[in-house]
């Protein structure tokens, strides 16, 4: 169990982190690199960005935005806190980071950690349960809408249950495997799965904005790609 | 040279093209490559959670409440080509697991399906991730008139413009200009004063187009137009060569659009225009903002007939008589000039103005409901049941809940199916106006044959008096 625990900690996070990032770093790289490309060689290459970032970052802040859906708004909202806070600000992670890289950086409070911990996975439960009664969301899930959030409950379950002992009816090592593997597990997914819009979001409007942005003569090259240019209408 | 294979007719030779899945490959990586959409479609097929927002905003799926009208669900149609064919994990499963093969009967499940959506972009407002619906529905709708399926009453219209007379209505120059002279004289009846629809007029500031079908069916909305640029003093002219500001290659065919683009474009450099002043038509005004995309951005800027007189009121050169118009209006934001917040306030500034009691519909402005016949649908009479039921109901009960007698729609499509939504569901008695035609109504021309001129007890405008007041409702 120690050896497992160990090659979780040490070379396996580390290959998990090193895909995550170089997952999220290629989603931005091409975003980006397709957006200088489009708007190079676009007929009309002006951009509203100032009107692009205040949409952008009225979703990314979107406490304005809840009306429509409010239970779900909600609850996505509160999720989405917790599964960002906690990983990045518990004390416990941090020190991980002085331990192995010297860095740090100011911690939330344990107790904080806890309730968020707890929104986290009881937030991934009830998002799971409202897109399996609301008409709509159901029509449109596939297995992985239901399968990520209760994944990405796990770690959290399993870190919560590390940091209090006195409750776990489990062997304190093998939570411990079950939360770091589950979390490795999750970095892996983050790039190849929808939750690439962790780094895609962001640039989300930007995408859609430029993707109307076309070369002046996009439509007679496809003309005459497909033998099509003296065609009647 | 009809056929109902879908709920809209196409033309016979659709039926005709062989091999259509491969032509609609060939179509989609033509595209990929010469277009920009390929960011877009890699994006969405990537990120989209399947939050349903997008349904919750959709005014279809509000009504019908069938998966098939979720906005994700039908995107998801050419998402799913996409991912297949496009990328290579796609490839690669394919070819690991095999699965999913683009085929004839899916075709025509796309064709059903792209043309429910309105393309009005409302959902995009409502999707945290941006992902824009309408913009998949323009794509999908082009790919498959690659492979020949295109609503007739589209694919008519666009040849007639291209290669037929030169307009979408096929009214001849002659004919353009009897019409004309006819509203001339119509306006030297009302107004006392000599109204010109001024023709190839040489370095005008501004040369307009209006939906051509205007000059048949909205002789008040243009009238309107002209009285405005009278009084005003607007240097305008009509060019022989194109007046038909509609596009409707923006509803099926980005190789359409832009060939009437180009058209556009080239008739205002011949009559040396220097602005493009686009009428009364919510697709002709999204049409002419791609102007710059087609033609270079030292192309003529184009203006909108209502930013045009929203700023002549501004400035004060728009003399109004005393009395406003009766009745309690309301105003309908099209989708293709409001949604993207461009063209909102103006139209409100002015019915403020000339309207005794103005109200606004809720939800309004850039979150507007569309009139339910957007994206070239209103012309599909076919569609009529699917567009004033399912498309246009909540649009109806929208208007209902105004209480208002009388809806300003600037857009001769949302005009005719505003029309025909009141008369499906109960609302006889909702006119149904051009912003434009009230201009006409109001306007001081200091002419005594100007009815209403100076009146005294601000009943100015008694042709206005809506057919509900004159059933005594």
Not at chain 2, 227 to 241: D, K, L, N, P, Q
Not at chain 2, 354 to 366: F, G, K
Request: hydrophobic share 45%; with cysteine; aromatic share 10%.
């Amino acid at each position: 169990m120690e050896s497992w625990l160990a090659w979780a900690r040490g070379p396996l996070f580390w290959a998990a982190l090193a895909f995550l990032l170089l997952g999220l770093a290629r989603h931005v790289f091409v975003v980006g690199w397709e957006v200088v490309r489009i708007t190079r060689r676009a007929g009309d290459g002006r951009v509203p960005y100032r009107r692009l970032a205040k949409v952008t970052l009225a979703w990314l802040f979107p406490f304005g935005k809840l009306r429509n859906r409010a239970l779900l708004g909600v609850t996505s909202l509160v999720f989405h806190i917790a599964i960002i806070l906690v990983p990045l600000f518990l004390a416990g992670h941090i020190a991980l980071w002085q331990r192995g890289l010297g860095l740090s950086w100011p911690a939330i409070p344990n107790a904080l950690a806890d309730v968020l911990a707890i929104v986290a996975v009881v937030g991934a439960a009830l998002l799971v349960l409202q897109r399996a009664i609301a008409k709509d969301t159901r029509a449109v899930g596939r297995f992985q809408d239901y399968s990520l959030p209760l994944f990405i409950a796990l770690p959290f379950a399993a870190g919560f249950l590390v940091m209090h002992p006195e409750w776990n009816p489990f062997p304190y090592e093998l939570t411990l495997l079950v939360h770091v593997l589950s979390a490795n597990v999750l970095l892996i997914l983050i790039p190849v799965t929808k939750l690439s819009h962790a780094v895609l979001m962001p640039g989300s409007q930007l995408i859609t904005e430029v993707a109307w942005h076309w070369p002046a003569s996009a439509g007679s090259k496809v003309g005459i790609t497909l033998g099509k240019e003296g065609e009647p209408v | 040279m009809t056929t109902s294979k879908y709920s809209y007719y196409v033309e016979n030779r659709t039926l005709e093209v062989t091999e259509r899945p491969r032509k609609f490959l060939e179509a989609f990586a033509a595209v990929l490559e010469h277009g920009s959409y390929g960011i877009a479609l890699d994006a969405y097929a990537r990120m989209c959670s399947r939050c349903a927002r997008c349904a919750s905003s959709c005014q279809l799926y509000d009504t019908t409440e069938a998966a098939r009208d979720i906005p994700i669900h039908r995107s998801e149609l050419l998402l799913r080509v996409y991912r297949r064919y496009f990328t290579q994990g796609g490839l690669a499963k394919a070819r690991l697991f095999g699965g999913f093969e683009l085929s004839d009967e899916y075709l025509d499940l796309m064709a059903e399906e792209y043309y429910r959506c309105t393309a009005c972009r409302r959902c995009t407002r409502y999707c945290p991730l941006g992902i824009d619906h309408g913009l998949i529905t323009h794509l999908a709708r082009w790919l498959l008139a690659e492979v020949g399926v295109i609503p007739k009453a589209l694919v008519v219209s666009v040849r007639e413009q291209l290669e037929g007379v030169g307009n979408t209505s096929a009214i001849p120059v002659a004919a353009l200009k009897d019409t004309c002279e006819f509203l001339e004289e119509e306006l030297e009846e009302q107004t006392g004063l000599d109204i010109k629809f001024p023709f190839d007029v040489e370095g005008a500031e501004y040369i307009f187009f209006p939906a051509v079908s205007d000059y048949l069916l909205e002789a008040d909305t243009l009238m309107g137009n002209a009285a405005v640029m009278h009084v005003t003093g607007g240097s305008w002219t009509i060019g022989t060569g194109n007046f038909d500001g509609i596009n409707y290659g923006l509803f099926y065919s980005d190789r359409m659009m832009e060939r009437i683009v180009a058209n556009l474009v080239a008739e205002a450099r011949r009559i040396n225009a220097k602005k493009i002043l686009i009428g009364e038509c919510g697709h002709a005004t999204r049409s002419a903002w791609f102007i710059p995309t087609f033609a270079g951005q030292d192309s003529p800027p184009v203006v909108h007939c209502i930013q045009y007189a929203a700023q002549m009121l501004r400035e004060g050169k728009l003399p109004l008589k005393k009395g406003k118009i009766e009745g309690r209006v309301t105003y309908h934001d099209p989708c293709n000039i409001a949604r993207s917040g461009r063209i909102v306030e103006e139209p409100r500034e002015i019915l403020r103005a000339i309207c005794e009691e103005y109200v606004d519909m809720t939800p309004n402005r850039a979150d507007n409901y569309c009139c339910g016949g957007g994206s070239g649908t209103v012309s599909i009479d076919e569609l009529r049941e699917f567009r004033t039921h399912e498309a246009g109901k909540l649009k109806a009960e929208q208007i209902r809940a105004t209480g208002a007698n009388m809806v300003v729609a600037p857009c001769a499509n949302c005009k005719k199916q505003l029309r025909e939504v009141c008369e499906d569901n109960g609302l006889e008695s909702v006119q149904i106006t051009g912003l434009h035609d009230l201009l006409l109504k109001v306007i001081d021309f200091g002419t005594s044959a100007s009815s209403g001129e100076n009146a005294e007890d601000a009943k100015g405008a008694p042709e206005v008096t809506t057919e509900a007041e004159a059933k005594g409702e």
